[in-house]
């Protein structure tokens, strides 16, 4: 089963501020974040590990709510470059298996 | 270093035909797996392995099979090709490490897929 992604879409202006949630229904043991571009393949972020830890790399960072099994991804002084697709991938039970949710579209404007 | 080396990029296939999507990584990564991507739908898992002999399916397999004969190789087979295989195919690997646990992937360039 899909994690469940939200919001489907959004657009800031270059500067802004942008949380995209993954929620799943599964107990997880991690969660991991991917930027798409468009014609393009994913790019891993960041992976977040059972324990409720919060990673972060440049001003786009995440956290891990175990109790909640919800991940969110927060994005702060977008970027143009921050344009593009982000999935998140969910591991859960022992089959060490990733499965992604159905994205977030993120379109940074001037 | 290629990373996740994918062939074809592009292929079309008619109804009922069959063919091979090649997939080849340099890291001696021992996971690895194959999604395909639709619209709206994001990736979907088709089958994946952790190791040289070992396979398993994921969320969608119905249509295709795999087989790891090499900790490189990871070929998806079509065996019948059907409109409803039109899709973006990306091959992806990682590190296993310890209890099972997986690195963040690295995805393959991807094949696009036709079916007429």
């Known amino acids: 089963q899909q994690p469940v992604q939200s919001p489907q879409a959004v657009i800031l202006r270059e500067g802004e501020d942008a949380v995209i949630n993954c929620s799943s229904s599964k107990a997880l043991y991690s969660v991991h974040w991917y930027r798409q571009k468009h014609g393009e393949a994913p790019v891993f972020l960041m992976i977040?590990?059972?324990?409720?830890e919060q990673k972060g790399h440049d001003k786009i960072s995440a956290s891990f709510n175990e109790k909640k099994q919800q991940s969110s991804l927060y994005l702060t002084a977008s970027q143009l470059s921050y344009s593009g697709t982000y999935f998140c991938g969910t591991e859960a039970g022992t089959a060490s298996k990733l499965t992604f949710g159905t994205g977030t579209r993120l379109q940074v404007t001037l | 270093n290629a990373g996740v080396t994918q062939t074809p990029k592009f292929q079309v296939l008619k109804t009922g035909q069959s063919m091979t999507l090649q997939c080849a990584q340099d890291m001696n990564h021992e996971y690895m797996s194959w999604y395909r991507q639709d619209p709206g739908m994001g990736l979907r898992l088709i089958h994946y392995s952790v190791g040289a002999g070992i396979t398993d399916q994921g969320e969608v397999p119905n249509g295709y099979n795999v087989s790891r004969s090499t900790t490189e190789d990871f070929p998806l087979r079509l065996l019948s090709a059907a409109p409803s295989q039109t899709s973006v195919y990306f091959c992806?690997?990682?590190?296993?490490?310890?209890?099972?646990?997986?690195?963040?992937?690295?995805f393959g360039s991807g094949t696009r897929l036709t079916v007429v």
């Open positions: 977040l590990l059972k324990g409720g």
């Open positions: 992806a690997s990682t590190q296993r490490v310890g209890t099972g646990r997986v690195y963040g992937y690295t």
